[in-house]
């Protein structure tokens, strides 16, 4: 395989950009990673289950529900059990939580605009397809 396709599948120089990027805001407001992320991943979806965050950040259920929790007691976010199925719990941004999440949201617009400079829109469909295709086998394979 190609050496740069697979540094890139790796995610290693990703990952050092964008922690490097996010560590002013995990040390302003005593975030870990996980927690950014599912910030993010509520700040898009707020209707989000936390089924929906460990499925949609590929992350064991167990660690999404401790990071959620430490969340709650930091004040980002608030729980609610539905009211339908008390198995399930809600979680929404708090009013406190808000600003950190556009915040959040900010930066990832920032990385998403510096790693896909000069990319042209039809390029970034290439891409957008190709990577369909390849998450679609990496999920069939994962089901074996």
């Known amino acids: 395989m190609d050496d740069?396709?697979?540094?890139?599948?790796?995610?290693?120089?990703l990952k050092k950009y964008t922690?490097?990027?996010?560590?002013?805001i995990r040390e302003e407001y005593d975030l870990k990673q996980i927690e950014i992320e599912i910030l993010f991943c509520l700040y898009k979806n707020p209707k989000a289950t936390s089924s929906d965050v460990y499925r949609e950040l590929s992350l064991h259920k167990?660690?999404?529900s401790m990071a959620m929790d430490d969340l709650c007691q930091k004040g980002y976010l608030q729980s609610e059990h539905d009211r339908h199925d008390r198995r399930y719990?809600?979680?929404e941004i708090t009013e406190k939580g808000k600003p950190v999440?556009?915040?959040?949201?900010?930066?990832r617009?920032?990385?998403?605009?510096?790693?896909?400079?000069?990319?042209s829109e039809e390029e970034m469909d290439i891409l957008k397809s190709i990577m369909a295709k390849v998450s679609g086998n990496l999920d069939k394979i994962c089901e074996d």
């Open 101 to 107: 999440a556009e915040e959040i949201a900010a930066m």
């Open 19 to 24: 922690d490097h990027t996010f560590r002013t």
């Open 62 to 64: 167990g660690h999404v």
């Open 89 to 91: 719990v809600n979680y």
């Open 109 to 119: 617009g920032e990385i998403h605009n510096k790693i896909f400079e000069g990319v």
């Open 4 to 13: 740069e396709m697979d540094t890139v599948l790796r995610g290693r120089k």
